[in-house]
């Protein structure tokens, strides 16, 4: 026995000591160890005393922390999703969304190329969150929106979300918002949570008596409701039916005031089955509040829920009603009498409208019979459509259709089509006085349909089409037409068109590209400036900062417009010099670009204050990098020697076109050039320019620039286009030689 004690003790005393253990021990926190406000060691310590099972939940968690930082930060972005109205932006992975989400699996699987998606129903702060649940599995959301989240979860075919939204939101639900949740979740199709409000509405009859909810629902949910109820105990229900049916019956007189006015209901039978809907419903209320009974219906008076002890009370309430009642039939009919000779007069009154009825039918079969050209003005089109090669009647009836139905918007869709068929058919013809008939109705679709984007994208591209598009060898062709567009006032609906469609990058790009071949007529120019073109031209550029199509065509819109004085300084106003320069680093490769921008540049550089906002926008550096991107094309290296050339006569700049390495790219250019004339021009005054700086003298030295300047004033020496040159280049030999 002594023993045996003396072993209990000793156990006693083990698990004393495990227990003070224990309670020394600090308790380890999940949050705590994944917090980033502890240091590394005391987390890592404290990674090595977490049980397994939790430590894989802390990898899975660290992971999520990773995906999360890229989203946060946008990080590596190749999806955009467009959400709301307003086209709000959420940057994100295509390769999380698809892992995640059916719908963006199968969606990528059917357009691969694509790597966008507008959700306009959605608003931003609706679809943000579950994106970010892709990434940290966490989701928390506001319960008066549940619906639109459990919408859009079941749109991206997320079942695991959709089941958590519904658990959230019916622990959520109480006495106060029971009625409201229960006719959500009926229109989103959740049968769980209608399940469970129902269930909740049956146990807590006596607590939502108690609340105010009747002012929040239609009439058939309140019918909805009293079904519910009428399924509860007889001693609770009958109070909460009647406290429903008497705000019921207010809001129903609100609602219907004029429920037999004679403007909304014609048939005489129509107006006598709402009478009577109105009569069974008070009769309803009544006998609900005297007879404290429930019945829909005046036939069929059932579900009597009173308990046995007011049974005594209720015959004299009935009896006291009855009375009434008599009092009530013998005052109806004398009012039924006049009432009669009301509806006598209100049935002539119907007659005359009738009559004024027929009469509009009759004025609508005359419109019918008027819209028979009109039909069969689309199916010609439409055979016109089917042909192998359009001919020149079904290009002339075509444009008879649109200028005699304008407002037929079938019409003037189909009609774009064949004419910009007819267009590629005909492109290399010298047909360019028919395609100019053309001119005016297309203008007239993009006018009278603004807002069709389909239209404004086959007009624009139809008028380009018939300007002989953007080729070189067609410059005269393209003024030509452009000066017939500006002439029926199509600048300014082109100018509307990128306006209106900031998001549609084809009509972006239709519209400019018109701009372009209209810009190439002087008066043009400023007329585009006047309607707010440039302006216009140089947010598109920026609206679309990764789009290259946009840009080479802005960069060649402002190229074409910065001919004109006043542009220049327009352009410059409205930034559009910075705007060129961001292209141009943006896209150093994309030879269009370069060239187009160079030109812009060298247009916009003859003016004081723009070389100054050149240089700022750092363009000497840009310009040098361009060229030496591209060294043999002869466009690029031209426009960019006279740029430097401009930029040189400001002494300022000419130290930092030297330390840019710009001395040496001039003369690797005229080296590789020697025989073509504008490049030598250029390169010789530039070279004339920079000169005057003792440091840059020294420079060309070093880089043998003498010789390059003899060897020029050799392969000129006659030519009277050139005499500038020769003169600038003897000039500068005899600078740098002394």
């Given at each position: 026995?002594?023993?045996?004690?003396?072993?209990?003790?000793?156990?006693?005393?083990?698990?004393?000591?495990?227990?003070?253990?224990?309670?020394?021990?600090?308790?380890?926190?999940?949050?705590?160890?994944?917090?980033?406000?502890?240091?590394?060691?005391?987390?890592?310590?404290?990674?090595?005393?977490?049980?397994?099972?939790?430590?894989?939940?802390?990898?899975?968690?660290?992971?999520?922390?990773?995906?999360?930082?890229?989203?946060?930060?946008?990080?590596?972005?190749?999806?955009?999703?467009?959400?709301?109205?307003?086209?709000?932006?959420?940057?994100?992975?295509?390769?999380?969304?698809?892992?995640?989400?059916?719908?963006?699996?199968?969606?990528?699987?059917?357009?691969?190329?694509?790597?966008?998606?507008?959700?306009?129903?959605?608003?931003?702060?609706?679809?943000?969150?579950?994106?970010?649940?892709?990434?940290?599995?966490?989701?928390?959301?506001?319960?008066?929106?549940?619906?639109?989240?459990?919408?859009?979860?079941?749109?991206?075919?997320?079942?695991?979300?959709?089941?958590?939204?519904?658990?959230?939101?019916?622990?959520k639900v109480n006495t106060t918002n029971t009625i409201v949740i229960y006719f959500k979740s009926i229109k989103i199709e959740s049968t769980y949570l209608s399940n469970f409000c129902e269930n909740f509405m049956?146990?807590?009859?006596?607590?939502?008596?108690?609340?105010?909810?009747?002012?929040?629902?239609?009439?058939?949910?309140?019918?909805?409701?009293?079904?519910?109820?009428?399924?509860?105990?007889?001693?609770?229900?009958?109070?909460?039916?009647?406290?429903?049916?008497?705000?019921?019956?207010?809001?129903?007189?609100?609602?219907?005031?004029?429920?037999?006015?004679?403007?909304?209901?014609?048939?005489?039978?129509?107006?006598?089955?709402?009478?009577?809907?109105?009569?069974?419903?008070?009769?309803?209320?009544?006998?609900?509040?005297?007879?404290?009974?429930?019945?829909?219906?005046?036939?069929?008076?059932?579900?009597?829920?009173?308990?046995?002890?007011?049974?005594?009370?209720?015959?004299?309430?009935?009896?006291?009603?009855?009375?009434?009642?008599?009092?009530?039939?013998?005052?109806?009919?004398?009012?039924?009498?006049?009432?009669?000779?009301?509806?006598?007069?209100?049935?002539?009154?119907?007659?005359?409208?009738?009559?004024?009825?027929?009469?509009?039918?009759?004025?609508?079969?005359?419109?019918?019979?008027?819209?028979?050209?009109?039909?069969?003005?689309?199916?010609?089109?439409?055979?016109?459509?089917?042909?192998?090669?359009?001919?020149?009647?079904?290009?002339?009836?075509?444009?008879?259709?649109?200028?005699?139905?304008?407002?037929?918007?079938?019409?003037?869709?189909?009609?774009?089509?064949?004419?910009?068929?007819?267009?590629?058919?005909?492109?290399?013809?010298?047909?360019?006085?028919?395609?100019?008939?053309?001119?005016?109705?297309?203008?007239?679709?993009?006018?009278?349909?603004?807002?069709?984007?389909?239209?404004?994208?086959?007009?624009?591209?139809?008028?380009?089409?018939?300007?002989?598009?953007?080729?070189?060898?067609?410059?005269?062709?393209?003024?030509?037409?452009?000066?017939?567009?500006?002439?029926?006032?199509?600048?300014?609906?082109?100018?509307?068109?990128?306006?209106?469609?900031?998001?549609?990058?084809?009509?972006?790009?239709?519209?400019?590209?018109?701009?372009?071949?209209?810009?190439?007529?002087?008066?043009?120019?400023?007329?585009?400036?006047?309607?707010?073109?440039?302006?216009?031209?140089?947010?598109?550029?920026?609206?679309?900062?990764?789009?290259?199509?946009?840009?080479?065509?802005?960069?060649?819109?402002?190229?074409?417009?910065?001919?004109?004085?006043?542009?220049?300084?327009?352009?410059?106003?409205?930034?559009?010099?910075?705007?060129?320069?961001?292209?141009?680093?943006?896209?150093?490769?994309?030879?269009?670009?370069?060239?187009?921008?160079?030109?812009?540049?060298?247009?916009?550089?003859?003016?004081?204050?723009?070389?100054?906002?050149?240089?700022?926008?750092?363009?000497?550096?840009?310009?040098?990098?361009?060229?030496?991107?591209?060294?043999?094309?002869?466009?690029?290296?031209?426009?960019?020697?006279?740029?430097?050339?401009?930029?040189?006569?400001?002494?300022?700049?000419?130290?930092?076109?030297?330390?840019?390495?710009?001395?040496?790219?001039?003369?690797?250019?005229?080296?590789?050039?020697?025989?073509?004339?504008?490049?030598?021009?250029?390169?010789?005054?530039?070279?004339?320019?920079?000169?005057?700086?003792?440091?840059?003298?020294?420079?060309?030295?070093?880089?043998?620039?003498?010789?390059?300047?003899?060897?020029?004033?050799?392969?000129?020496?006659?030519?009277?286009?050139?005499?500038?040159?020769?003169?600038?280049?003897?000039?500068?030999?005899?600078?740098?030689?002394?």
């Amino acid at each position: 026995m002594h023993k045996s004690f003396k072993l209990v003790k000793k156990n006693h005393k083990k698990k004393e000591k495990k227990e003070k253990k224990k309670k020394e021990e600090k308790k380890i926190s999940f949050q705590e160890i994944y917090s980033h406000k502890t240091s590394k060691n005391i987390r890592i310590s404290k990674l090595y005393q977490f049980p397994s099972q939790e430590f894989n939940k802390f990898l899975i968690c660290e992971h999520l922390s990773n995906y999360k930082k890229m989203f946060q930060n946008e990080e590596k972005c190749d999806f955009v999703i467009y959400a709301g109205k307003t086209n709000q932006k959420i940057f994100c992975h295509q390769l999380i969304l698809n892992a995640s989400s059916r719908f963006f699996y199968e969606k990528h699987h059917e357009n691969p190329d694509s790597n966008e998606l507008y959700l306009a129903k959605f608003e931003f702060d609706i679809v943000e969150p579950i994106i970010s649940f892709f990434y940290d599995s966490q989701f928390n959301f506001d319960l008066k929106k549940f619906e639109k989240y459990f919408q859009l979860a079941k749109y991206f075919k997320l079942t695991s979300l959709t089941i958590k939204i519904e658990k959230e939101v019916s622990e959520k639900v109480n006495t106060t918002n029971t009625i409201v949740i229960y006719f959500k979740s009926i229109k989103i199709e959740s049968t769980y949570l209608s399940n469970f409000c129902e269930n909740f509405m049956k146990e807590n009859i006596d607590k939502i008596i108690q609340e105010d909810q009747t002012g929040e629902i239609t009439d058939n949910e309140l019918k909805k409701i009293i079904e519910i109820i009428q399924s509860t105990s007889k001693d609770k229900r009958i109070d909460m039916i009647w406290k429903l049916a008497k705000d019921w019956k207010a809001k129903f007189e609100k609602n219907k005031p004029n429920l037999l006015d004679k403007d909304k209901y014609v048939d005489p039978i129509q107006i006598q089955e709402m009478k009577n809907e109105v009569d069974n419903f008070y009769f309803v209320i009544d006998n609900i509040k005297n007879s404290r009974k429930i019945s829909f219906d005046l036939k069929t008076q059932k579900n009597p829920i009173l308990p046995s002890t007011h049974q005594l009370e209720l015959m004299n309430q009935n009896n006291q009603n009855l009375q009434k009642q008599i009092e009530k039939l013998e005052n109806n009919n004398k009012i039924q009498d006049e009432k009669i000779k009301a509806q006598s007069k209100k049935l002539n009154e119907q007659e005359k409208e009738i009559q004024e009825k027929e009469n509009q039918i009759k004025q609508l079969e005359i419109m019918l019979e008027n819209l028979q050209p009109e039909k069969k003005a689309i199916k010609e089109l439409q055979n016109f459509q089917n042909e192998t090669k359009l001919n020149q009647k079904s290009f002339e009836d075509t444009i008879k259709y649109m200028l005699q139905f304008p407002q037929n918007q079938e019409i003037q869709e189909n009609s774009c089509l064949i004419l910009e068929k007819f267009g590629k058919e005909n492109q290399n013809s010298d047909i360019g006085n028919e395609f100019t008939k053309a001119i005016q109705p297309l203008l007239n679709a993009m006018s009278n349909f603004s807002n069709n984007s389909d239209i404004q994208t086959k007009a624009s591209s139809v008028l380009l089409t018939f300007s002989g598009d953007l080729e070189r060898d067609k410059l005269e062709k393209r003024k030509l037409q452009g000066i017939q567009i500006a002439k029926f006032h199509g600048i300014q609906l082109l100018i509307n068109a990128i306006n209106n469609f900031p998001n549609n990058i084809l009509i972006q790009e239709k519209s400019i590209s018109n701009l372009i071949n209209i810009a190439i007529d002087s008066e043009n120019q400023n007329e585009i400036r006047k309607q707010g073109g440039i302006e216009t031209i140089i947010k598109a550029m920026n609206d679309s900062k990764d789009k290259k199509v946009i840009q080479e065509k802005g960069c060649w819109a402002l190229l074409n417009l910065s001919f004109n004085d006043q542009n220049q300084n327009e352009i410059k106003e409205k930034k559009g010099i910075e705007t060129i320069i961001k292209t141009m680093t943006n896209f150093p490769k994309k030879k269009g670009i370069q060239e187009k921008a160079c030109g812009a540049l060298l247009n916009l550089s003859v003016n004081d204050q723009n070389q100054n906002e050149i240089k700022e926008k750092k363009g000497i550096e840009t310009i040098i990098k361009a060229m030496t991107n591209f060294p043999n094309n002869q466009d690029i290296q031209e426009h960019a020697c006279g740029i430097l050339l401009n930029l040189s006569l400001n002494k300022k700049n000419q130290n930092e076109i030297r330390e840019k390495m710009g001395i040496e790219i001039i003369i690797k250019t005229m080296i590789n050039f020697p025989k073509n004339q504008d490049i030598q021009e250029k390169g010789c005054g530039a070279l004339f320019n920079l000169s005057s700086n003792k440091s840059n003298k020294k420079e060309i030295k070093r880089l043998n620039g003498i010789s390059i300047l003899q060897s020029s004033l050799q392969n000129f020496p006659n030519n009277s286009k050139f005499k500038i040159a020769n003169k600038k280049s003897s000039w500068t030999f005899k600078l740098i030689k002394n």
